[in-house]
């Protein structure tokens, strides 16, 4: 934790507004939640407080992804989601190629299957937009935002006319039921397996981003490209290994994903503006702001639909936002030092 | 006095890029800054001008207190810019780029609805007969060479007409003649003006040094003198390492 | 007299479309149908206009557009459809009715009267863009930070529109309009003279925005796109500038929607999704950015070859529109103009065109 700390420049961190704000919204928030779980014989709020921890894990798969792609290259990825809908038909095909073709029995087989293959084919799918479209448009995060958008829509309609429309893929036997914490709060399986699913994924990116050689040149070249080439780092592959690793995490985010919901062929747009508001609030290329935004969001939105209607709640969540970066306009922890805006 | 400074600190993620004592300026004064890399010398500029915002310490500019202003503010008080890597608006011709920033109203609704005031087209062009800039009055502004580009953004500075111009490392990337016309004209323009420059090359300080050269090392001002003096000074002598020492000793 | 290359594009255009169409349709050549497709083909190089002022002009990506352009459209919308309940002596609309309302709304109040339906849909917008852009811009929001804010904001506002809480018609929207100034919507007269109007404004459009842009106004805008520090150190305030150019952008898109609502005789909140808000932009890009005719030709030609394709392959549409994107993006990142640019200055033609956006950052 230390290290994290060190890493994202949080002790060196200097907050502009009011000192006092952010300790007492957070100290309000923690009472907040305190009382309420202590008062709350129903179960409905830490039952609220799961489903938004849940929700957040997912915005944090599908966003992790995303904030290092971003940070690496300077690309806003617009067809991010449509990687996740790639690693969901891909669960889809794994489990109709079990039961139909090898005539598996048993649901389980059939997912703990597709968790590595929907990471790998999302990922070569990455690697495939990487050598066509995105090594052109290299720190042109806006142009390459339209062109990624472009890419989206093809996805979107290939797999339209592949699977149809609506698609399901059969919860696994072994994640079906839940925890029963007390007779009014069950935790279920699908839920937590996602949340674990997510912890693992975070220590595995940061061992590999901190411990490996590939990582320390991920970041090499994150912090500056140019003098990473100099020093013999061969960036393009770089760039290809890096978009592999975050296609492929969006991937395993839709495998997982299937768990929860529906196989549709526009998946990936319900959850690509909030990804995007999380790398934003995270503060770029920054992973403990991504997983902090990503947890906020998830917690916020689902405890503010749980007192306002679901639309509502994003509307507010969204203006939460906006306040939010009137104060840190760079993200929760944003880069130090001379830079130059100009 | 023009510009008085005390007690100014600015530290970046622990590190104290800046801390100066006393710096004062007389108006219609040029002094020259000069310093090892990481003196701190564009981190001053910086602050002066609004860009950086220090920790600590007061900056008074012809009799007010400029700490926690804009950029904006600052720049309507009459203190202008000029950056060491070129800075002009790339996409509109050098005319349009002298255009805006010569003195005048520059709010929203003057810029929509009223026409040029009399005397500025002359007033430019005046200016880019000064600057060498002539000929190339309608090329766009991004197509120019860096040296060309350096006197435009000079020329831009110029044109706002400020109190005091703080001009950072004009003569880089220009050849021996143009430093020598680009110290002309600062030594020109601070009849005028009060004007700061930084600068590394010693040739071209030595040229325009004509009263007081100001060495900052590690954010600290180390000395404060003519330019003959500081030249032979042990102190700063022991500072400079590399090109700008054996500069030093060849004068 | 001679006539620069320009103006003669300008008036060739303005003859085709205010003569030889109208002429055409009146001699029966041109059927109602299609003048009021570029009716609301116009409507949309309106919207256009707007984002090329914000985007192509000022480098700022605004990706809600298509969110003011639904806010002038329900502003007429909620006109046309008042004068339509009346027209049927009822008290409330009728989807008011199935939603268990008994009373009109207050926001709906101000929208009986024709003019101040038509000053409010330019308001709103304007209002709405001025709310937004001064927090967003105030916190020197920009660039990509800018772009996804506000796509959040598109896709939020989409979100509610969709309520039926709102009390504006819901996913359905609002449609069933009679009649607007008491002429009658559905006659050909009326589609001819809602195009002609939409025409006129989409002129005046232009000439604003060439008189915005070819301003002092204007170059600031640029320079801002080139160098907005430099700006800020060269006295101007910089949050003014932008907030005008989104201002003024939003009020386009206002215009732009409640023309296109009697004319289509619809908005819903599928108008104003992401999506919507992208491909706006795309017109512009496809157009050639940070150049006005780029835009309006832009916003022409997709939704001619929109109009083209769902007609003849409806599926292939999507794939259609998604290479498109690509393809300008990679291939001709100064748009068609761009395009015809450099073929002209290949083979010598000169044209006194308007100078290219040389991209934002």
Known sequence: MELLLKINGIKSGKWTGPKWLWPVILAGAVLFFAVRVATD???????????????????????????????????????????????????????????????????NWFFITALPVSFIVAGLAGLLLERLIIRHLYAKPLESLLATWGVSLILIQTA????????????????????????????????????ALTIVVIIALYRTLTATRLGMQIRAVTQNRSMSACLGINTKRIDAMTFFIGSGLAGLAGCAMTLIGNVVPDMGQTYIVDAFLTVVIGGVGKLLGTITAGLGIGIFSKV????FEAVYGKVLILLLIMLFMQFKPRGIFPDKGRTAAD | MLLEVNELAVSFGGVQALNLQHFQ?????????????????????????????????????????????????????????KFQKPSVFPGLSVYENMLLATRMKKDVFTSLFSRMPAGVQEKIEAMAERVG????????????????????????????DPRLLLIDEPAAGMSDREAEKTGELLLELSKQHGVIVIEHDMHFVKQIATKLVSVLVNGKLLMEGPFEEVKNDQRVIDCYLGRVNAQLEKL | ???????????????????????????????????????????????????????????????????????????????????ATALQQQLLPEFMTWNDITTLPWFWEPFHGFVPALVLSLLVPA??????????????????????????????????????????GGTNGLTNFKTLLGFELHKPGTKLGLYLVTLAMLCVAYGCCYKIVHSKFGKVLQAIRDSEPRVGYTAYRVLHYKLAAFVVAAALGGLAGMLYVPQTGIITPGRMDVKASVEMLMWVALGGRGNLKGAVIG?????????????????GWLFILGMLYILTVLYFDKGFLGLFEKIGSKIGIKTNSERYATGSK
């Open chain 3, 1 to 83: 007299m001679q006539l620069k290359p320009a103006k003669l594009i300008n008036i060739l255009f303005i003859l085709f479309f205010a003569v030889v169409l109208p002429v055409g349709n009146m001699l029966g050549l041109v059927s109602v149908n299609s003048i009021s497709l570029w009716g609301r083909y116009f409507c949309f190089a309106i919207a256009a206009l707007g984002i090329d002022l914000i985007w192509g002009y000022t480098g700022i990506m605004s990706m809600c557009q298509a969110f003011f352009f639904c806010l002038g459209g329900y502003c007429m919308g909620m006109h046309l459809l008042l004068k």
């Open chain 1, 160 to 195: 339209r006319s592949l699977f149809g429309d609506l698609t399901a893929v059969k919860l696994p036997e072994m994640l079906a039921g839940g925890w029963r914490v007390n007779e009014n709060l069950v935790l279920p399986y699908n839920r937590l397996f996602i949340i």
């Open chain 2, 133 to 160: 800039l002539t000929s190339a009055l309608h090329k766009q502004a991004g197509a120019l060479s860096h040296g060309q580009k350096q006197w435009l953004e000079i020329a831009i500075v110029v044109l706002q």
């Open chain 3, 299 to 315: 916003a022409l030609l997709v939704n001619c070859v929109y109009s083209y394709c769902t007609s003849v392959f409806p599926q």
């Open chain 2, 25 to 81: 300026l007389e108006d219609r004064e040029l002094r020259v800054i000069i310093g090892p890399n990481g003196a701190g010398k564009s981190t001053f500029m910086d602050i002066l001008c609004g860009k950086t915002k220090p920790d600590t310490g007061s900056i008074v500019f012809n009799g007010k207190p400029t700490r926690g202003l804009t950029e904006v503010q600052i720049a309507e008080m009459g203190i202008g810019r």
């Open chain 3, 127 to 168: 209002a709405v863009a001025f709310v937004i852009g001064y927090f967003i811009f105030r916190s020197r929001i920009k660039g990509v930070y800018m772009a996804i804010i506000t796509q959040a904001l598109a896709l939020s506002m989409y979100l509610l529109f969709l309520r039926n809480e709102t009390n504006l």
């Open chain 1, 41 to 107: 014989s129903s179960g409905t709020y830490v039952q609220n407080l799961f489903s938004g921890i849940s929700l957040g894990s997912i915005l944090i798969l599908v966003s992790l992804g995303l904030a290092i792609v971003y940070g690496l290259a300077g690309i806003i990825n617009m067809a991010h989601g449509e990687f996740l809908m790639i690693g969901a038909y891909t669960t889809y095909s794994v489990q109709v190629f079990f039961t139909n073709v090898l005539h598996v029995q048993s649901s």
């Open chain 1, 304 to 307: 503010l639909e749980a007192f």
